[in-house]
C-alpha cells in the first residue's frame, strides 16, 4: 500500500526526475569571470507524504569551462564537480495538471579543476571537496497522470571560495582578495522530466 497526495486531480508518491540546466554565477567576481557554465544535471528520487511533505536523493553534476578570454593568459581546461544530495521539500498539485515541487538540497561536492597552467606546475588535478546546498523549485506541467515536464529555478552554492591560482593564474589577477573567500555559487535555470511511478487522477 502507498500513501498518495491529494492534489485536485493528481494523487502522486513516489516519482523520478531527470533536470538539466544552465548555469550562470554572480558571486564571487574571479569565478563569475573565469569559469563559464556549460551545464548541469541532477537525477534525482522523491517521496511524497498526503501532506505534500517531499523527502528525496539524487546526484548533481555541473561543468564549468575556463574562459579563455577573460584570464590574463590563454588558459585551457575546466572544473568537473560531482556530487550527492538529499532533498526535503514541498510537492502540490494546484489544479488538474499544474503542480509546484519546492525545496532545499543539501549535501557533499567534490570538484576537479585540470587546466594546462596546472599541468605545467606538476597538478594533474587540483581537488576541492566542500558541502553543497541547493535552493530550488520546480514549476511543473503534467501530461498524464504519470507523466510531466518541468522549468526549474535553483542556486546551488558549492561551499568554497575560489582564487585564480585555483586554475593556475599567478598572483591575484588584479581582484581584491577579499572576493576570494567569497562563496563560489550560480544561477540555474533548466528543465525536467518527471515520471511519477504511482500517478493517477484523483477521479480515478
Known sequence: MSLNVSAQGMDID???TFEIGLPN??????FKD???GLVTVSPSYQYTLNS????????????FAVNEFSVPSAIYGGMHALGGFLKIGHEKFWGERFATDMGVKFGYMHSMIKTDALFEEG????????????PNIGLVLSTDDANS???????PF?????????????GDAGYDPVEFSKTASFLVVGFGYTHYFNGKSSAD
Open 34 to 36: 573565469f569559469m563559464q
Open 14 to 16: 513516489d516519482s523520478f
Open 52 to 63: 505534500g511533505l517531499a523527502f528525496g536523493v539524487g546526484a548533481h553534476y555541473s561543468y
Open 158 to 170: 558549492y561551499g568554497f571560495g575560489f582564487k585564480p591560482s585555483d586554475i593556475g593564474v599567478e
Open 123 to 134: 597538478i594533474r588535478l587540483n581537488v576541492i571537496q566542500s558541502p553543497y546546498v541547493e
Open 149 to 155: 515536464y518541468r522549468l526549474t529555478i535553483a542556486y
Open 25 to 30: 554565477s554572480f558571486v564571487n567576481a574571479p
